[in-house]
């Protein structure tokens, strides 16, 4: 810009160096600290002040060095002839205002390319976060209670009738509240903690009706649960692939599941026995730990902790979610 204001003058090297290029360099600064450094760490934490102080002080810096470099190397260009000297020249305020518009434009460019690029990464994130959800609902009768589940806790309900018809009566009555939450209260972003936690104790319970006395279940569950919201059906996938991985019908086993809460943080361990399944075993899709790394991904970014272990045929998981 002022290389071309400059329009009328002796164009030389000098002039071209003095009015154009070192401008650009003082603005190329400007744009690429803010860009790449200043507006992530302040602008968009919030942190409004301390952004407009820090440019401030660039700008104001950059102003102080393009007329001290003017200065020593480029006196010749930025002499006057004096031709009369009853002539005012512009106020100094006006430079001072001019040059700062001048440095502020790469400055306000840099934000308005960043805040364009931030809009459509976010808007991007929430299409696929819209996508996911939708798959993963349309999913979840699929890989978490599966009909061959049903059919084997109706086969084990209906071995019950005659043995103990109160016991029968209440998993039925159990297994209706499982159909009944995952049908009608998980089509929402956000459950209580406590619901998931009923809806894993009636779970639990009826995958007892498929094991023998070699394989032993412990549990434990917050007593007093917070209220503490959490997206539905996180945990139920790993409890399903402990009893999946976790039991065998000639050897003793031991399934072990945790659940405590610290604040607003929820953590759960699961233990159990690992038996590879053969190759002919087809139950299950292979799906359910992949699709939940990806759900807290999308739904807790950077607030998730997810370990697993696999040693001395123990496999071991771990999951804090900061809510």
Do not use: C
Not at 134 to 154: A, D, I, K, M, W
Not at 169 to 188: A, F, P, Q
Request: proline residues 4%.
């Amino acid at each position: 810009m002022p290389f071309i204001l400059s329009y009328g003058q002796e164009q030389d090297v000098n002039r071209l160096i003095a009015h154009f290029f070192i401008p650009m360099f003082f603005y190329a600064i400007i744009f690429y600290l803010n860009y790449f450094v200043l507006i992530d760490r302040f602008l968009f934490t919030k942190k409004t002040f301390i952004f407009i102080g820090v440019n401030i002080i660039i700008i104001a810096l950059g102003i102080l060095l393009k007329e001290q470099i003017e200065n020593i190397f480029f006196q010749d260009l930025i002499k006057r002839p004096n031709l009369d000297e009853n002539r005012v020249g512009p106020p100094f305020k006006l430079f001072l205002y001019i040059q700062m518009l001048s440095y502020a434009a790469p400055l306000l460019f840099s934000i308005a390319i960043k805040a364009t690029k931030r809009w459509v990464k976010t808007e991007a994130e929430k299409k696929e976060a819209d996508n996911f959800k939708l798959q993963t609902e349309l999913q979840h009768l699929r890989y978490q209670l599966q009909p061959h589940f049903f059919f084997n806790s109706l086969n084990n309900i209906y071995s019950l009738v005659d043995l103990s018809p109160d016991k029968a009566k209440s998993t039925i009555h159990s297994l209706g509240k499982l159909m009944r939450y995952l049908l009608y209260e998980t089509n929402t972003e956000m459950v209580l903690l406590s619901k998931e936690i009923e809806f894993m104790r009636k779970y639990i319970d009826l995958m007892k009706l498929r094991l023998t006395e070699k394989t032993t279940v412990e549990s434990s569950f917050p007593i007093n649960e917070p209220q503490i919201k959490i997206a539905p059906l996180l945990f139920i996938s790993l409890i399903e692939n402990a009893f999946k991985h976790g039991v065998s019908a000639s050897k003793e086993s031991v399934i072990s599941i945790d659940m405590i809460t610290k604040e607003n943080s929820v953590v759960f361990q699961i233990k159990n026995y690992n038996f590879p399944k053969q190759t002919t075993d087809k139950s299950g899709s292979g799906i359910g730990l992949s699709n939940l790394e990806k759900r807290l991904e999308l739904l807790y970014p950077n607030k998730h902790q997810f370990k697993q272990k696999n040693k001395d045929g123990i496999y071991s998981v771990y999951l804090k979610i900061e809510t």
